[in-house]
């Protein structure tokens, strides 16, 4: 399902799920500057209330990777975990910021959906 969803013609794909009664947003944008995620993942955090926003964007074979977690979850997550993570995959190095927001960036756009399946799994 993941696949389909991500494969959409749409330059901003939103997707909203609950994992383990967390709900959680993912959100891919491509041709977004990586320096434009944090109001989309603010957006999110107000949208879902309490719940995880993990937002990818892509423009110039440049990926970025923006994490963040609405303050009633962050005794139990840790935003610059997932960032790392993520960057791992998507080719980068590191990852950092506040356990409610985390950055990083990549240069591999087409290890999005890979990225999105095993931050999945840490929640």
Same mark, same amino acid.
């Given at each position: 399902? &993941?696949?389909?969803f991500?494969?959409t013609?749409?330059?901003? %794909? @939103? #997707?909203? !799920?609950?994992? #383990?009664?967390?709900?959680? /947003? &993912?959100?891919?944008v491509? *041709? ?5 995620? /944090?109001? &989309?993942?603010?957006?999110g955090?107000? =949208?879902?209330? =309490? *719940? @995880?926003?993990i937002?990818?964007?892509n423009?110039?074979?440049? %990926?970025?990777?923006? %994490? ?7 005794e139990?997550?840790d935003?610059?975990k ?5 960057s !791992?995959?998507?080719g980068?190095?590191g990852?950092?910021? /506040?356990?409610?927001?985390?950055q ?5 756009? *087409?290890? @999005? ?7 999945? =799994? &840490?929640i």
């Open positions: 399902m &993941l696949n389909q991500w494969k013609k749409t330059k901003n %794909v @939103i #997707n909203d !799920e609950t994992i #383990n009664g967390i709900k959680i /947003r &993912l959100q891919k491509d *041709g977004l500057p990586p320096k434009d995620l /944090r109001k &989309l993942v603010d957006n955090k107000k =949208e879902l209330a =309490e *719940g @995880i926003v937002v990818f964007a423009k110039d074979d440049k %990926v970025g990777l923006a %994490v963040g977690i609405t303050d009633t979850l962050i139990k997550y935003a610059v997932f960032a790392k993570l993520g !791992e995959i998507i980068g190095k990852g950092g910021g /506040r356990k409610d927001f985390a990083a960036g990549g240069t591999n756009p *087409g290890k @999005i959906d890979e990225a999105i399946i095993k931050l999945k =799994e &840490l």
